[in-house]
């Protein structure tokens, strides 16, 4: 079997590294960016840290901030235009993955048209150009959408989320700078760091998983599980180890895939508008107890990863205990609920086969059904 791993070009990681914006644009010979961030950031000054070194630098750019928190088909249509009108030719992406899933969508429809309408792109696209170049600099510590190759887009007339799996939508430059996730509040930090420990927890499980991976995976799950709560509670270290631990995660999920935790998040936030981040976490305990028969000794390594001590003399049934007890235990302290009060009965089918079609889905260690699914949803009922 071949295996394939894909980064960006160029990361920069630390305290100041949005100076670098200027020196990779100028390197690059890049003209006029096309600047990508939700209207938050824009009024509470966060993307104007960014914009400050462009004008700084001499560096020409125009904002584009029709952005909402579940990105929508007729954002990026309107972003598609809008860019065009910029005669921009490069993309700074600013925000958390609302904003740089908006940026890839863009890049990739400019770069190739043909997808003009947005939902072709569902799924594995047959792109054949690389989008626009995209430097991404996340504000949140959390989706790692600076690093991987998917983005899901909101299409709000049928209630679904669609998850697109494009190596064209690389960002070629990633900016991992904490000051930039320093004004994010409590709720926001929580919600987004479960979101990078789902990401890690169940790239760590998939089908696709190899050892490559698997070193990202469990180092990310340690350092996300030792940072989370410090940074919800606005510790520097904290925030500098979420900032790291969020991208290592990325590094490794967005080359073998996720599972039905994300499948069953991307519904709910679709249905509902729940954070994504807040719907991972409901799922994610559950969704171990359902995989764990089938994932080996690996929840021992999580279990030990995220701190559990005593674990080699434990046997699966208790390592796999003390893995989903740590991650519930996690997602409590930092103040995620546990229940859904918007799902209905009725609705269940709807969740289930949207969580069934769902990208994500085929990645489960465990091979699922929409009956299964109906199941699982319940227990956050």
Not at 68 to 89: L, M, R, S, W, Y
Not at 310 to 337: H, N, T, W
Request: proline share 4%; hydrophobic share 45%; charged share 25%.
């Amino acid at each position: 079997m071949v295996n394939r791993i894909m980064l960006n070009e160029t990361s920069y990681h630390g305290a100041g590294a949005i100076a670098e914006i200027a020196t990779e644009a100028k390197a690059r010979g890049f003209k006029k960016a096309f600047v990508c961030s939700d209207p938050d950031l824009v009024k509470f000054g966060v993307t104007g840290k960014v914009t400050k070194v462009l004008d700084d630098a001499g560096l020409a750019y125009e904002l584009y901030s029709d952005i909402k928190a579940n990105p929508t088909i007729e954002n990026v249509q309107h972003g598609v235009a809008a860019f065009k009108a910029a005669e921009a030719d490069y993309i700074v992406a600013i925000g958390g993955g609302s904003s740089m899933d908006t940026a890839k969508a863009i890049g990739i429809i400019i770069a190739n048209p043909e997808f003009e309408d947005v939902r072709s792109l569902e799924g594995v696209a047959p792109t054949k150009k690389p989008c626009v170049p995209i430097i991404a600099v996340p504000t949140t510590a959390g989706t790692a959408a600076e690093v991987t190759i998917n983005y899901v887009i909101t299409d709000v007339e049928r209630k679904r989320k669609f998850v697109c799996v494009d190596p064209h939508d690389m960002p070629v430059i990633a900016v991992i700078d904490p000051d930039m996730m320093s004004s994010m509040p409590k709720g926001l930090t929580a919600s987004t760091g479960m979101d990078a420990l789902t990401h890690a927890i169940e790239g760590y499980t998939t089908k696709a998983a190899w050892e490559m991976t698997d070193m990202f995976h469990l180092k990310a799950i340690e350092i996300i599980s030792k940072s989370l709560r410090a940074s919800v509670n606005g510790e520097k270290e904290g925030r500098e180890g979420m900032a790291l631990g969020q991208y290592i995660a990325g590094m490794g999920f967005s080359n073998v895939g996720l599972g039905i935790a994300h499948s069953m998040a991307h519904t709910l936030g679709a249905v509902y508008d729940t954070p994504h981040g807040v719907a991972c976490a409901m799922m994610l305990p559950i969704v171990m107890e359902y995989n764990a028969e089938y994932t080996g000794e690996k929840f021992r390594e999580i279990a030990r990863a995220m701190g559990v001590e005593g674990v080699d003399d434990m046997s699966a049934e208790e390592y796999r205990k003390a893995a989903i007890d740590a991650v519930r235990q996690l997602s409590v302290d930092v103040g995620i609920p546990t229940k859904l009060d918007a799902i209905k009965e009725e609705d269940l089918q709807f969740l289930a086969e949207s969580a069934f079609a769902d990208a994500c889905a085929p990645g489960n260690p465990k091979d699922t059904n929409v009956e299964d699914l109906k199941k699982l949803f319940r227990k956050i009922m």
